[in-house]
């Protein structure tokens, strides 16, 4: 028949399905590890709408290639099979390994890091306080040199005014 293919090409089919879906396990799990890392929920739905694309893309050329792009359920099983492989084998081992050296990171960067980097800003913020102190004392008293200037300027302006006023009665 025309368009029928051979069974070497569904098992071939079949067999890189499952092998795309192992690989799609280990591709989500570099997500899984970041989402670890850093929790930051946003991204978290573009990376899951991005990997369904990535998959969708995949599919679509694997049927294009080896089905004459007819689709075949048992492909999504095969993936479906070889994701789960995956996440129950490799992947609790790739997740197990990297939640411990995420960990490690975070108490290396919380104990040892972090420490002398607040001890550096706290100093700062004291020496940015103790200058802004001394310039608002120094800009206060200009102020209240102009300002006193300013206001005896004005008293005499008042008692030469008031003086002219009580002579012409």
């Known amino acids: 028949m025309i368009g029928e293919l051979s069974h ?3 098992a071939q089919l079949l067999f890189l399905s499952v ?6 396990g280990a591709i989500y799990d570099i997500f899984r590890i970041r989402r670890i ?4 929920p946003i991204i978290e739905h573009f990376e ?3 990997f369904m694309i990535f998959c969708s893309v995949v599919y679509a050329l694997l049927f294009y290639a080896l089905n004459n792009g007819r689709v075949r359920g ?8 070889g994701f789960y492989t995956y996440r129950k084998t490799l992947g609790r081992l ?3 390994l990297s939640e411990k050296i995420i960990n490690f990171v975070r108490y290396i960067l919380r104990k040892i890091i972090l420490p002398p980097i607040k001890f550096v800003i706290g ?9 802004f102190a001394v310039i608002s ?13 300013k206001m005896k300027k004005y008293l005499k302006e008042f008692a030469e005014s008031a003086s002219y006023g009580f002579m012409k009665k």
């Open 8 to 10: 070497i090409a569904l």
């Open 19 to 24: 092998i795309f879906g192992f690989c799609a």
């Open 37 to 40: 890392a850093l929790k930051i």
């Open 48 to 50: 899951d709408f991005f």
């Open 74 to 81: 048992f492909a999504f099983a095969g993936g479906a099979v």
């Open 94 to 96: 790739v997740m197990s």
């Open 123 to 131: 100093m700062i913020k004291r020496v940015l306080k103790w200058i």
């Open 137 to 149: 004392m120094i800009f206060g008293k200009i102020y209240l040199k102009f300002a006193r200037a």
